[in-house]
C-alpha cells in the first residue's frame, strides 16, 4: 500500500474531491463501497490492469454497443436471508435474483461476441459461470411482476379458481342488495364502503335497525354507518378464508423456492460482487470521459514525465466557465530529480505542485488521468507533503516549528521512491537563516534520492540549480504590463517573484517603493532584477513564436490547398488529352465498320447487278478512302512523336492539329466558329472544332529544363 505523510495528505491534494465526483457516477452500493474504500496499489501488475480495466470500459461508451451491465439493484440483504436457512424471500426480492442472472446472462454473451477486444473486462468474468437453473427455478413460479403465478403449484391454482368464483358470486349479491337498499333510500352519499376486509353498506344512521347484518363501524359525525349485509356474511367468510388458504399457499411456495434458491448462493453472491465490479469500472470510466482522461505509459520506476497534464478540478471548473486550462510539462527522474519552482504569488506555482501530486495518487488508485497518452508515469512507494499552514493550537507549534518537524520526517524517512511536495520551503523564519535552513534541507532531499517539487522565494534556492547535481529550476511565466499570472511553467530557468512590479502596479507610494529599493541587498536585488528581465524577454519570445507558428500553419494550410488545385487541374488536363484522343480514335473506329458495311454491300450488289462497272466504282471510291486513311494514319503516327495533345480551348498563336489528316499548323486569326491556320506559309480557313491545340514536345523539354 502506498504510504502518506500527513494524516490528511489526501485531503490537502484534494483527492476526496475526485472520490466525491466519482462516487456521484456510481448506481450501486457495492460501486459505492469501492470507491469509499479505495486502495492506492504499489505494484505495476495492479496498477497497470486497474487502468486498462478503465479504458477498455471508456472505448464502449463511445459506441452504440454499450457494456449491458444494467442490474443496479442493492442486494446486500437478500443474499445475507438467501443464506439462512429458513428465511423466505418475497416475490419480487426472488424476481430480482433473475433479472441479476440474466444480466450476468448477457454479460457474458456480449464478451463472447467481442472476444479479444476487451481482455481486461472480460478476465473479470472468466470463472463466472451462467446457471440457468436459477431462472428456471425462479420463473417457474413467479411472474415479470413479482407475483407468484397461478401455476406454481396445483392446490394455488384451484384455491384461486374458487376464490375468484366465490367473489363474483359475492358481488353479484351485494350489488343486488345495493340497487334494493337505494331504491328504499337508506343508503347514504357514499353507498358502500370496506371495514376489517369486509365489504360493507352506507347506511344513513336512523335506518340501521332496519337494515339486517354486522355494524362494523359509524363516520366521524355519526350519520353514517357501515353494515355488513346478512346476505354476504357467509360469502364473505368464505373469501376470508379462501385468501387464508391462498397466503399461505403462496408462502408456502416462496419458501420453498428461498431454500432451493439458497443451494445457489455463491452463485449469486459472485454474479452480485461482479456487476458491482463492473459499476466501479463505468463510474471511473465516465469519470475519465469528463476529464479527457488517458492511460499513460507505465513503469515501475519512480519516475514522472507529465506531457500536456491538466489539473482535474481546475479542468471541470473552466470547462463550466468557459475558459481554457493551460497544460503542464513537467519530467522527474533519477537525473532532474528536484523540481525549484518560483515565481510571483498567486502565478499557480501551488497549482501546479498539485497537479503532480493528484495526478500520481489518481494513478496509483487506478484512475484514468488527463495527459497526453505518450506521458509516462512510474510507482511510488511513498508521497510526502507539506502544504499551506501546518500550525497546531493544541499541540503548541508555530507554523514554522510544525515546517521543520515535517522535514525532519521527510529527511527521516525520504528515500529512491519517494515522491514530496514543499510548498514554500523555509517561510515562517528570518529570511537569511531559513533560506540557509532550506537550502539544507534541499541537499538532504536530493542526497536522498528523493523526487519532488518545491516551490520558493528564496534567491539562494534558486541559484542551487547550478550547484547541486539532479535539482532543476521552473519559473511560472508573469505578465507584468496587464499585472496578471500567466499560469505558464517554464522549465530550466528561475523565476521574478516580481515583488517591485506589483508594488508600482498596486499604487504603493513611490518614496516606499525606493526606500524598499535602497534598504534591499544590492546583490540580492540585482539578480531578482536580471531574472525578471529575462523572464519578460522569454514571455515576449512566447508570444512571437506564437505568431511564427501560426503563420507557418497557415502557409502549411495554403501550400496544401494549393496543391491540391494543381493536382486537380493536371487530373482535368489529363482527362481533357483522353477524351480528345479517345474521340480521335472513335471516329477511325466508326469508318472503318462503316467500311466494311459497305464492302459487304458491294459483294452482296456484283452477284445481283448486271453492270458490273458501276459495282467496280463504287469499290474504286471505297478503297481509295482506305488509302486515304491509312495516309492519315501514318500522318497521325508522326505527328504524335513530335506534339502533345493540350487539354485547352484553342488561342491566336497556339499550334493545331487537324483531327483528320494531323496536319499541323498555327493559329493567326479566330473569327468564332472559324478560322485562319497557316500550314507552312500558306493560310487557310477552317472549322474550328475540327483542331485540337498541341505543343512540341522539343519545346516542352526546352521549358522543363
Not at 58 to 81: A, G
Request: charged content about 30%; aromatic content about 6%.
Amino acid at each position: 500500500m502506498l504510504l502518506t505523510y500527513p494524516a490528511q495528505a489526501l485531503d490537502q491534494l484534494e483527492f476526496n474531491k475526485i472520490r466525491q465526483l466519482l462516487l456521484a457516477k456510481c448506481r450501486t452500493d457495492a460501486a459505492k463501497n469501492r470507491v469509499e474504500n479505495l486502495r492506492f496499489h504499489t505494484k505495476l501488475e495492479y496498477v497497470e490492469m486497474a487502468l486498462k480495466q478503465t479504458s477498455e470500459y471508456k472505448s464502449t461508451l463511445f459506441s452504440h454497443d454499450h457494456f449491458p451491465n444494467d442490474f443496479t439493484r442493492n442486494m446486500d440483504r437478500e443474499l445475507k436471508y438467501l443464506s439462512i436457512s429458513g428465511a423466505i424471500l418475497k416475490g419480487e426480492e426472488l424476481l430480482a435474483f433473475r433479472n441479476l442472472a440474466l444480466n450476468i446472462k448477457e454479460i457474458l454473451q456480449w464478451l463472447k461476441s467481442h472476444d479479444p477486444l476487451y481482455p481486461q473486462l472480460r478476465t473479470i468474468a472468466e470463472k463466472i459461470v451462467y446457471e440457468k437453473e436459477i431462472t428456471q427455478i425462479i420463473s417457474a413460479v413467479i411472474d415479470d411482476s413479482g407475483n407468484v403465478k397461478d401455476n406454481a403449484s396445483r392446490d394455488l391454482m384451484e384455491i384461486r379458481m374458487e376464490l375468484d368464483k366465490t367473489r363474483q358470486q359475492l358481488r353479484k349479491v351485494f350489488d343486488s342488495i345495493l340497487r334494493k337498499l337505494n331504491k328504499q333510500g337508506y343508503l347514504a352519499d357514499i353507498s358502500e364502503s370496506f371495514l376489517s376486509g369486509r365489504r360493507t353498506v352506507a347506511v344513513f344512521a336512523e335506518h340501521k335497525r332496519i337494515v339486517k347484518g354486522i355494524l362494523h363501524g359509524e363516520s366521524d359525525s355519526s350519520k353514517t354507518v357501515f353494515i355488513e349485509p346478512e346476505e354476504t356474511i357467509e360469502l364473505n367468510n368464505e373469501v376470508s378464508s379462501l385468501e387464508r388458504a391462498e397466503h399461505k399457499e403462496i408462502q408456502r411456495i416462496l419458501s420453498q423456492t428461498t431454500a432451493h434458491l439458497s443451494g445457489y448462493h455463491p452463485q449469486l453472491e459472485s454474479y452480485y460482487r461482479v456487476c458491482g465490479l463492473y459499476d466501479f469500472i463505468r463510474a471511473k470510466a465516465l469519470l475519465a470521459q469528463d476529464l479527457e482522461a488517458e492511460m499513460p505509459r507505465l513503469t515501475a520506476h519512480p519516475v514522472i514525465q507529465l506531457i500536456k497534464a491538466r489539473h482535474p478540478l481546475l479542468y471541470l471548473h473552466n470547462l463550466k466557465a468557459g475558459k481554457p486550462t493551460i497544460p503542464l510539462n513537467i519530467t522527474l527522474d533519477r537525473d532532474e530529480r528536484i523540481l525549484m519552482i518560483s515565481g510571483p504569488n498567486a502565478g499557480g506555482k501551488t497549482v501546479s505542485m498539485k497537479t503532480v501530486g493528484l495526478l500520481q495518487i489518481m494513478l496509483q488508485a487506478g484512475l484514468l488521468v488527463p495527459v497526453d497518452e505518450n506521458s509516462e508515469m512510474g510507482i511510488f512507494k511513498q508521497i510526502f507533503i507539506h502544504i499551506g499552514d501546518t500550525q497546531s493550537i493544541e499541540n503548541e507549534l508555530s507554523t514554522y516549528s510544525a515546517h521543520l518537524r515535517d522535514m525532519k520526517y521527510f529527511i527521516d524517512f525520504a528515500n529512491g521512491k519517494t515522491l514530496f511536495f514543499i510548498d514554500e520551503l523555509g517561510s515562517g523564519s528570518d529570511p537569511n537563516l531559513g533560506g540557509a535552513f532550506a537550502e539544507a534541507i534541499v541537499e538532504e532531499l536530493a542526497s536522498k534520492k528523493a523526487l519532488g517539487i518545491i516551490t520558493t522565494h528564496y534567491l539562494n534556492l534558486k541559484v542551487m540549480a547550478g550547484k547541486v547535481k539532479g535539482i532543476y529550476n521552473g519559473a511560472m511565466a508573469f505578465d507584468e504590463e496587464k499585472l496578471e499570472p500567466l499560469y505558464q511553467l517554464t522549465i530550466g530557468k528561475p523565476g521574478s517573484s516580481y515583488t517591485f512590479a506589483i508594488a508600482q502596479r498596486s499604487q504603493l507610494s513611490p518614496k516606499v517603493i525606493e526606500r524598499a529599493r535602497q534598504l534591499t541587498e544590492r546583490g540580492h536585488f540585482k539578480l531578482d532584477k536580471m531574472l525578471h528581465q529575462t523572464e519578460q524577454q522569454s514571455v515576449r519570445l512566447g508570444d512571437k513564436e506564437k505568431h511564427l507558428s501560426k503563420l507557418i500553419e497557415q502557409n502549411e494550410s495554403l501550400k496544401e490547398k494549393y496543391e491540391h488545385l494543381i493536382d486537380k487541374e493536371r487530373l482535368k488536363q489529363h482527362y481533357e488529352t483522353l477524351k480528345l484522343q479517345n474521340k480521335i480514335k472513335k471516329e477511325e473506329l466508326d469508318y472503318l465498320r462503316e467500311t466494311e458495311r459497305k464492302f459487304k454491300q458491294i459483294i452482296h450488289d456484283w452477284k445481283r447487278a448486271e453492270n458490273k462497272q458501276e459495282v467496280l466504282e463504287s469499290a474504286e471510291k471505297i478503297l481509295f478512302r482506305k488509302k486515304q486513311i491509312q495516309q492519315n494514319e501514318a500522318a497521325a503516327k508522326k505527328a504524335d512523336k513530335k506534339f502533345t495533345v493540350l487539354a485547352k480551348e484553342p488561342q491566336e498563336g497556339d499550334l493545331v492539329r487537324h483531327t483528320v489528316n494531323h496536319q499541323v499548323g498555327r493559329i493567326a486569326e479566330i473569327k468564332g466558329k472559324k478560322a485562319v491556320v497557316k500550314i507552312g506559309q500558306m493560310p487557310f480557313t477552317v472549322t474550328l472544332n475540327e483542331w485540337i491545340t498541341v505543343q512540341a514536345k522539343e519545346e516542352k523539354r526546352k521549358k522543363q529544363q
